[in-house]
């Protein structure tokens, strides 16, 4: 195993001058769960690339394994030419309550989120590509996967898969109420605390052209309505 894939699998992430918690470090996490968990609870990430010497923020649909996450796009997409050649940034957030204060300055988020740095790879080799997309469309709908059409080869073609390593990641966690309850504008007599947020699907909507008695697949039904995390 490379080091690089001994860093991807360790227990504790580990420092580099690029995830160094310089700021907040109250609210940063060494924790490869921390990580595994913030990774697995989404499904959209922003991926942060300099084409033509210009930085552009891509956002793109992920699918992880223990040691890697792969996107995914049309092979004429101006981001992913560019990301096999250069070091991305790519970022997954999950917002779950506003923070309000008694002082405008104290307001705030609570959230989870990952950055995962690296110079990604362009998967060429059939079965990884194959397998990769699958990664990636079981990690957005379990079970689909086995349900519709695999890709034919043409459509794979058309499809640039890329891997990037989970070797070098930061994570930050804020939670909780405002900080400011034990300071002077807690004297003030203003209401504060948290405004949390909740995700979940909503209720499956059929393609009109869908023809009478087709009812949806079971993996699909139980997903509807369910929180996202």
């Not at 796009?73 to 981001?79: C, F, I, K, M, T």
């Not at 695999?150 to 390593?165: M, N, Q, W, Y």
Request: proline fraction near 9%.
């Amino acid at each position: 195993m490379t080091e690089q894939a001994q860093n991807a699998l360790s227990d504790v992430l580990p420092r580099t001058e690029r995830t160094r918690h310089r700021r907040l470090r109250e609210q940063g996490s060494d924790s490869r769960a921390d990580l595994d968990a913030v990774l697995a609870d989404g499904f959209l990430c922003h991926l942060g690339v300099m084409v033509d010497g210009v930085p552009m923020v891509v956002p793109t649909v992920y699918g992880a394994t223990p040691d890697t996450l792969y996107f995914h796009g049309s092979v004429a997409s101006r981001s992913l030419v560019a990301s096999p050649k250069a070091p991305v940034c790519l970022t997954v957030t999950h917002v779950e309550g506003l923070v309000l204060a008694r002082s405008v300055f104290e307001h705030g988020v609570n959230y989870r989120s990952a950055m995962v740095y690296g110079v990604p790879r362009l998967v060429t080799d059939p079965d990884e590509k194959l397998a990769g997309l699958r990664c990636l469309t079981e990690h957005i709908t379990p079970g689909q996967w086995d349900y519709v059409r695999r890709p034919s080869g043409k459509e794979l073609v058309a499809t640039s898969l890329l891997a990037l390593s989970l070797a070098e990641a930061s994570v930050k966690i804020r939670t909780g109420p405002p900080d400011d309850g034990d300071g002077p504008d807690a004297e003030l007599g203003l209401w504060a605390g948290v405004l949390p947020l909740h995700q979940h699907w909503g209720a499956l909507e059929p393609d009109p052209a869908l023809p009478d008695g087709i009812d949806p697949p079971a993996h699909l039904a139980d997903q509807a309505h369910r929180p996202l995390f």
